[in-house]
């Protein structure tokens, strides 16, 4: 009798979710958790889960140094994921009001697709990427000529 209960609990159907594991969560990082060095496809980076989470690392000398300190990479790695978060969570830039470019004061989009580039929130538009090193070197001075344009079109 105790041989037949044994038998049917064996033969009794698990469902599927209870026989696999859970899955790890995702590294959610295109570099390595230890050195930082970013994973450019050229080889593949070793893969291990620890305590639920996936870590990827450049080899496994790499993973012998994780094993020596996890708290200290998990927190870098939690810290990571918070900047992650908030990047993705920041407020999208203001867009540039103008039709000219702000360095030249040319029409944009006369000489091909302008350059665009964000400064402190601000999205600012010039005809070309070497215009943005002119705007760097006195940006006050950009942005009221941008605040003073922006009010004459609003008058």
Same mark, same amino acid.
């Given at each position: 009798m105790l041989l037949a209960g044994i038998i049917c609990c064996l033969a009794w159907p698990v469902p599927a979710?209870?026989? %696999?594991?859970?899955? =790890?969560?995702?590294?959610?990082?295109? +570099?390595?958790?230890?050195?930082?060095? %970013?994973?450019?496809?050229?080889? +593949?980076?070793?893969?291990?889960?620890?305590?639920?989470?996936?870590? %990827?690392v450049c080899d496994k000398s790499e993973e012998a140094e994780f094993d020596k300190a996890p708290d200290k990479y998990l927190k870098k790695l939690a810290d990571a994921e918070a900047k992650l978060k908030a990047d993705s969570?920041?407020?999208? =830039?203001?867009?540039?009001?103008?039709s000219t470019c702000l360095v030249c004061d040319m029409q944009l989009g006369g000489m091909g697709t302008p350059y665009v580039f964000v400064y402190q929130g601000q @999205?600012? @538009?010039v005809c070309d990427k070497s215009e943005e090193a002119e705007f760097d070197k006195t940006p006050d001075k950009y942005l009221k000529k941008l605040a003073d344009a922006v009010a004459k079109l609003n008058k």
């Open positions: 979710d209870d026989m %696999k594991a859970a899955a =790890p969560k995702p590294y959610p990082l295109n +570099t390595c958790l230890v050195c930082d060095m %970013k994973f450019d496809g050229m080889s +593949t980076p070793d893969v291990f889960v620890y305590q639920g989470q996936e870590i %990827k969570q920041a407020a999208a =830039p203001k867009p540039y009001p103008l @999205e600012i @538009e």
